[in-house]
């Protein structure tokens, strides 16, 4: 049964087609998010100990990594740094948040977006921004990362919670409006091993970047395409934010060997493939 009350009005439709997103002002109250960022720190927490238990390390364009948990963890970039940046998929870590991905508050807008009503997760991620330490994110679309897996990249819409605050200081995400009606652009070549999927400015106008400035519980809707990217956070207050990627029907997870229904709770949790 769909919850009509979440399911996207003529408005957000008209936005996500002409700009590539949309925001959802206060769509969590204060308790839940008291609650989601203790389970997001709990899930971190769970994460450093998995990496520090001995995960499998490597570097990527001098970047640490760790697979661990069936996790990848990114850390923060700085020689030594212990402090975690990223972490995809997580959901696996915390059952409330492998609770979240079922919410209608996701599922609902989700099913309009990608226009089924059976969807699936496809991935799921923790940025986690740390007060003066958190680093900005070069300009990129997501599709490019994800093609290869699942090309029909217009269809993996991303809900992105914000669990504080998000604003220009703590280095809110930032979005170029409609990036993504060129579809996937060319990558910046010749610049390490994830150049090309950083998006080669010459491609967008960057000067009609948008902060996305949104109070925690808001939600962000963004399309694989619309290219997005961050400052650092220089600011005294964390930025943390989950997102969300689903897709059409029943499909494989992109970095699970598993499937991962959404909304029909009992029926669809991480069935294996
Ligand atoms: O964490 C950020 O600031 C940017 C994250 C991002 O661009 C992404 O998750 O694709």
Redesign the pocket.
């Known amino acids: 049964m769909r919850d009509r009350r979440f399911r996207l009005n003529d408005e957000e439709r008209r936005s996500y087609a002409k700009d590539g997103f949309f925001v959802r002002e206060r769509v969590f109250g204060a308790a839940e998010i008291d609650e989601l960022r203790d389970a997001v720190e709990c899930c971190a927490v769970r994460a450093s100990a998995a990496a520090e238990a001995g995960g499998e390390e490597y570097e990527i364009d001098g970047n640490r990594y760790c697979e661990a948990s069936g996790s990848t963890i990114q850390f923060e970039h700085w020689p030594g740094s212990g402090t975690i940046r990223v972490i995809e998929p997580f959901h696996h870590l915390h059952e409330r948040i492998d609770r979240l991905i079922d919410d209608p508050r996701f599922v609902e807008p989700a099913r309009d977006l990608i226009g089924e009503e059976r969807i699936s997760l496809f991935t799921d991620?923790l940025?986690l921004?740390r007060p003066g330490e958190g680093s900005?994110?070069r300009w990129?679309q997501?599709s490019p990362y994800w093609a290869h897996f699942f090309p029909d990249v217009e269809r993996l819409p991303n809900l992105m919670l914000s669990l504080d605050d998000a604003n220009e200081a703590n280095?809110c995400?930032r979005i170029i409006p409609g990036s993504h009606r060129g579809g996937m652009l060319p990558g910046l070549e010749g610049r390490g091993v994830l150049g090309p999927l950083f998006t080669d400015p010459k491609y967008f106008d960057a000067s009609r970047q948008l902060p996305v400035v949104m109070a925690a519980g808001s939600v962000l809707f963004f399309g694989a395409s619309t290219v997005?990217?961050?400052e650092p956070n220089e600011s005294t207050e964390r930025l943390r934010a989950l997102?969300f990627t689903y897709q059409p029907g029943s499909g494989r997870m992109f970095k699970i060997d598993a499937k991962r229904e959404a909304g029909s709770w009992g029926e669809g949790r991480a069935a294996s493939s």
């Open positions: 991620k940025n921004k900005g994110f990129h997501d280095g995400l997005h990217g961050s997102l």
